[in-house]
């Protein structure tokens, strides 16, 4: 696989290849070694079922860390191409600067933070009596590599975007796979049970981020991390622009925390439990589809933003489409497989007759309306990419405030087993209102980007 692309002249079908497939693969093996995780943490014996809950409690929390991750990688690296295709290379260098600086700041203040709250967080989130402890020993852990884990996700980003596409997989890759190997001994061989996964995720990111600084300050790449000329302007800037994509993740927390506690309350004593524990198995299925597609749509953006900064509206507009037809490509072939395969993906993460059937069952509705997704998708993180963030972040509020009201409405009306149709009814409105979206706003935001910079549609 080409190992560096030029955003800016290569044809523009095979450009998106070679930014999205890596994307794709890195995205789906992330999600894989955290089915994997769960799958090792679902059969550990005699608590498999308790320990899978409380791992899934500790789901959300993962995800609002990772986040910040993303509000500095995303939003530096959008930044980061436009100057690039503007041809301000001393520019870019000053805003991988700034990024690497507030990654290091964020990743220290929010160890932490959440080790001091993570107790009442935890709480917050679904955690019972029964859960509680599995949870705690898992997050704790956890907490302890935040560093790790948001340097990588973080440093990632200006990677990829400057092209090394193969390279942020293997970022991603080295992770996975170390997890995937480590997490057998430490949960069985070692006999240290959900801690165990903790201490393998940890370890995982620790390489990842040892790999991903270690390619950026190499002289492989056109634009290393180097220090000074820090600006407060600057930060302002980047995280101005990762604000809409840190809220879309960040909100899936308390998207997260909604549907647990939901779950817990009209599921009752009987049912809370073995829902919360279904959910979890519900959602690794989910993270198949919407992180491997994430990886189409936020793995090219850099596309985008180069060609925004360039003036290459015609490059823009051959890509956006290429972005949506894999995102619908992929979605039809997870739909058709959401219809056959959930019995046998169930079944790796418990042998129990009642949440095997409930998470199936959970599996098949929440799919309903994936291919739909797609516009979601291609559409939001297109227009992120082109700096109409505060649209982007709309119409994503807009699909999450419809779960969490479907959330809340579904389970008090119709009972606790069909709060997953949650899932299809945000993601079929949200489509909608996001297509109707982009095909008013988008012309119109090309349209002042040719009159402010006076460039040729086809420079």
């Known amino acids: 696989m080409k190992t560096h692309s030029d955003l800016g002249k290569d044809p ?29 943490i679902g059969n550990i014996p005699g608590s498999g079922g308790l320990a899978l809950a409380g791992a899934g409690i500790c789901g959300p929390i993962v995800t609002l860390l990772s986040s910040f991750g993303t509000l500095v990688g995303l939003g530096g690296s959008i930044l980061f191409s436009m100057r690039r295709g503007e041809g301000k290379e001393e520019e870019a260098k000053r805003i991988l600067a700034n990024s690497f ?18 107790n009442r967080l935890l709480m917050w989130f679904g955690a019972s009596a029964e859960t509680f402890p599995y949870a705690n020993t898992y997050m704790t852990i956890y907490t302890l590599g935040t560093f790790f884990a948001l340097m990588a996700i973080g440093l990632n980003y200006f990677i990829t975007c400057q092209g090394f596409a193969s390279i942020g997989m293997m970022t991603v890759l080295i992770g996975a796979v170390s997890n995937i190997l480590l997490d057998p001994l430490f949960i069985f061989v070692l006999n240290m049970g959900v801690a165990g996964a903790a201490i393998a995720t940890v370890l995982s990111q620790l390489f990842s981020c040892l790999f991903a600084a270690g390619f950026l300050f190499s002289r492989r790449v056109p634009i290393r991390i180097s220090f000074g000329n820090y600006s407060f302007s600057l ?64 793995g090219t953006q850099a596309i985008l933003s180069y060609n925004y900064g ?7 507009k051959q890509a956006e489409k290429y972005i949506l037809l894999l995102c619908l490509c992929f979605t039809v072939f997870m739909f058709i497989l959401s219809r056959i395969v959930p019995t046998v993906f169930v079944r790796i993460f418990t042998k129990e007759t009642a949440t095997g059937q409930m998470a199936v069952r959970g599996i098949r509705i929440a799919t309903l309306a ?21 649209t982007a972040l709309a119409l994503s509020m807009l699909r999450k405030g419809i779960y969490i009201s479907s959330v809340l409405l579904l389970p008090a009306f119709f009972g606790a087993r069909n709060t997953f149709f949650a899932e299809p009814i945000c993601d079929g409105l949200g489509a909608i209102v996001s297509t109707i979206t982009f095909l008013l706003v988008f012309q119109k935001h090309l349209d002042r980007r040719l009159k402010s910079g006076g460039i040729d549609k086809a420079a």
């Open 12 to 40: 523009v079908f095979s450009l998106v290849l070679h930014l999205a497939v890596p994307a794709m693969i890195a995205n789906f093996v992330n999600v894989l070694y955290n089915i994997v995780d769960r799958m090792f």
């Open 101 to 118: 600086l507030m990654l290091c700041i964020f990743s220290s203040v929010l160890t932490v933070l959440f080790l001091l709250c993570k």
């Open 235 to 298: 930060m302002k800037r980047i995280i101005g622009l990762g604000l809409s994509p840190f809220l879309i993740l960040a909100t899936d927390s308390v998207i997260m925390i909604v549907l647990n506690a939901s779950l817990q309350r009209y599921g009752g004593p009987s049912e809370g439990d073995l829902l919360i524990t279904a959910a979890a198995i519900i959602q690794s299925w989910l993270l198949t589809v919407t992180s491997t597609m994430l990886g189409i749509s936020s």
């Open 310 to 316: 360039a003036g290459r509206i015609d490059r823009i």
């Open 370 to 390: 994936i291919i739909p997704l797609s516009f979601q998708y291609a559409f939001v993180d297109g227009l992120t990419a082109l700096g109409r963030t505060k």
